[in-house]
């Protein structure tokens, strides 16, 4: 069965260094998202992205973060100058792409990061 | 803005016995309603959706969810519980015009007791 992976399971980083976090998407999804999770609280939407470009954002996604499809298999979250506050767990998820928004969104393992 | 509320914060109950876990959302469109599992260390694993037509939904692992349009609710049941089945349940829910973002709520952990 398909799955999306995510890379490296966790990242260890200083505060104020970048960090690329890594995904592959269910290969015929043209959807993709990532989502993260703070110890202790709800799991919050970052982004989406689709045909090449964010489709949306939420609050959360400033100008330290950025996505990227690099190539035709990867999707990736640059995150510029991390902070302690940037500590969660990090899901990348794919979906068809259905009209309506009656998408399934099929969701990685995660990666956990840690900012010191 | 729309909002997911998942009551139960811990939920424990013996093996065999039924389960019931509480979702209520906030919005007025038509929503699109899913729960998923998350077991420690895993991702977040599909157990079932709504779209439209049958209220009454049947997800893998033996588990079913009920949606109910008048209280605003989407409730996840199994008649009778294993001990694998201890994990956190979230409840997330889409919305008609709300792009393709999940709102999900803050998850209800599961123990099973043998």
């Known amino acids: 069965e398909p799955e999306v992976t995510q890379t490296p399971s966790h990242q260890v980083t200083q505060m104020g260094q970048e960090v690329i976090l890594r995904c592959v998407p269910i290969?015929?999804?043209?959807?993709f998202y990532w989502y993260r999770q703070i110890l202790g609280q709800k799991v919050e939407f970052l982004v989406s992205?689709?045909?090449?470009?964010?489709?949306?954002k939420s609050e959360i996604f400033d100008d330290q973060f950025s996505v990227e499809r690099p190539d035709g298999s990867n999707f990736t979250l640059k995150i510029r100058s991390t902070k302690l506050e940037d500590s969660a767990m990090y899901f990348c998820?794919?979906?068809?792409?259905?009209?309506?928004?009656?998408?399934?969104?099929?969701f990685g393992p995660g990666t956990r990061l840690t900012v010191l | 803005a729309q909002s997911v509320t998942q009551p139960d914060i811990h939920i424990t109950v013996s093996e065999g016995a039924s389960l019931e876990l509480r979702c209520n959302y906030s919005y007025g469109a038509t929503p699109y309603l899913f729960w998923y599992v998350q077991s420690p260390g895993q991702g977040l694993q599909l157990l079932l959706k709504y779209f439209s037509g049958d209220t009454l939904v049947q997800g893998i692992k033996g588990f079913e969810a009920e949606f109910k349009r008048s209280q605003s609710s989407f409730n996840l049941r199994k008649p009778s519980v294993h001990w694998s089945d201890a994990a956190e349940y979230f409840c997330?829910?889409?919305?008609?015009?709300?792009?393709?973002?999940?709102?999900f709520g803050t998850g209800t952990q599961l123990k099973v007791e043998l």
């Open positions: 290969s015929n999804h043209l959807y």
């Open positions: 992205f689709y045909n090449n470009e964010i489709s949306e």
């Open positions: 997330a829910v889409g919305f008609t015009g709300g792009g393709n973002k999940l709102t």
């Open positions: 998820a794919s979906s068809e792409a259905r009209p309506h928004g009656s998408d399934t969104q099929y």
